[in-house]
């Protein structure tokens, strides 16, 4: 599938090959028959060691200001997200997992960010690469960092067509075998984090842009819509404190696809099942206009009782081969910061996170070859317009007394 142009479709997500690589740990345990869990560091990761703790203190001492951050600027109450970079399209690129690796990077995420998002390492090729096999190890290095820098984690995700390891994929299973397949691991997952995780994503991108569901979802295919609601309910048993979202693109606006969710979510909550946040991912280019609906949209989720977020934010463009123009930048300084007003603007909607801080890590050069710059630093992590943008906003919403 190529990236549709529609003026309408901010996101469409190609599908592309992507390289496998499990841990020696996950082939080890294929042939046991007992869940194995894998909590270990690799030997190659850097997270427990008293060198690179060490360095990571001397980069810190190095820095400026500590007030002159994102999460410095938000008012008291409202988190400012990053996603973690790590797997996914990272396994791809000539450099190493970008956060168990990169102590620039890990400096940086600590300092500017108070949520953090697991870009890739919960999704269950991560974290569930073999049958009866979690490895936990990357997403705990995740939960363990956000602990020991005072952030929240937004949990990603357990219910999705895309991202599924093989052996779920491809194998034989009777419907009563997937539905427990579904359970173990939402049971699992979600538990070993109970009471680490703010917000999950329970369900993401179940809907096409027409609004029905999506044939690839393998859980809605195989066992019917009726698993949504079982998924909702086994995290909520899981974790009765964190607050479980859907989670989609292109749903920014009111459209078919938005308006899908609108209605099922009324149906759930009709039927008692704990689902408490809706959000708009935001993947967003300058090619098409800025989503003028966005807050009223998320009011009118709100109005149902439920909180919203925006979770995955990025601003793409055209690159040509001399970088952006400065016409483009304050074009994407400009979507940046409406949509974090609209988020402001809607009481129920504290937590804005964006999809990667750096160009250094993006997705977006990967998926869309001829466009890039969606972040708010560049690959040195120079502040575009985008970066001010947003911590100008912030601060003048702490100045307005948000939240109060
Ligand atoms: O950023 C993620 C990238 O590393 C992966 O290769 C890709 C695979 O689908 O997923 C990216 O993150 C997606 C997120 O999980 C769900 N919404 C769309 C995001 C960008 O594609």
Redo the contacts with the bound molecule.
């Keep these: 599938m190529r990236p549709s142009r529609s003026p309408r479709t901010t996101?469409p997500?190609p599908a592309r090959p992507?390289g496998r690589r499990l841990l020696a740990l996950a082939a080890a345990a294929v042939a046991a028959p007992a869940v194995l869990v894998a909590t270990a560091a690799p030997s190659t990761a850097v997270d427990d060691r008293a060198a690179d703790r060490a360095k990571d203190r001397a980069v810190l001492k190095d820095h400026q200001n500590p007030r002159d951050t994102l999460r410095a600027a938000a008012p008291k109450g409202f988190y400012l997200g990053s996603?973690v970079a790590g797997?996914?399209?990272?396994e791809e690129q000539p450099y190493a997992d970008p956060f168990a690796y990169d102590v620039e990077y890990r400096d940086r995420l600590a300092r500017e960010f108070s949520s953090l998002s697991a870009?890739?390492q919960m999704?269950w090729e991560y974290i569930h690469p073999q049958q009866g096999f979690y490895n936990f190890y990357p997403a705990d290095a995740i939960v363990r960092f956000a602990q020991e820098h005072d952030q929240v984690v937004r949990g990603?995700?357990l219910l999705w067509h895309?991202?599924n390891p093989e052996w779920l994929t491809e194998g034989d299973f009777t419907d009563e075998e997937l539905r427990e397949i579904l359970r173990d691991h939402i049971s699992t997952v979600v538990s070993r984090y109970a009471g680490r995780i703010q917000q999950w994503d329970v369900a993401?991108?179940i809907f096409t842009e027409e609004g029905e569901f999506r044939e690839e979802n393998i859980w809605i295919t195989r066992l019917g819509p009726g698993i949504i609601a079982d998924a909702f309910r086994w995290a909520h048993e899981a974790d009765p404190k964190a607050k479980l979202y859907f989670?989609d693109?292109n749903v920014e606006s009111f459209n078919a696809k938005s308006d899908a969710y609108y209605e099922l979510i009324q149906d759930l909550l009709a039927d008692g099942v704990p689902v408490h946040g809706f959000a708009p991912?935001s993947?967003l280019s300058t090619q098409y206009g800025f989503p003028n609906d966005l807050r009223a949209n998320l009011q009118r989720f709100v109005d149902l009782g439920l909180e919203t977020a925006i979770t995955?934010i990025d601003v793409r463009m055209e690159v040509g081969e001399d970088g952006p123009t400065a016409a483009q930048l304050a074009q994407q300084a400009d979507y940046y910061q409406r949509a974090l007003q609209a988020c402001l603007d809607v009481r129920e909607c504290k937590s804005f996170t964006i999809?990667?801080f750096t160009d250094k890590y993006s997705?977006v050069p990967?998926?869309f070859p001829s466009e890039g710059s969606a972040t708010v630093t560049t690959e040195t992590y120079e502040r575009k317009p985008a970066y001010n943008a947003l911590q100008d906003t912030l601060r003048a919403a702490t100045r307005a007394g948000w939240g109060r």
Excluded at 87 to 90: F, S, T
Aim: no cysteine; aromatic share 14%; hydrophobic share 20%.
């Design positions: 996101h997500v992507r996603a797997g996914g399209h990272h870009e890739n999704k990603h995700t895309s991202q993401n991108e989670n693109y991912q993947h995955e999809w990667g997705w990967v998926f």
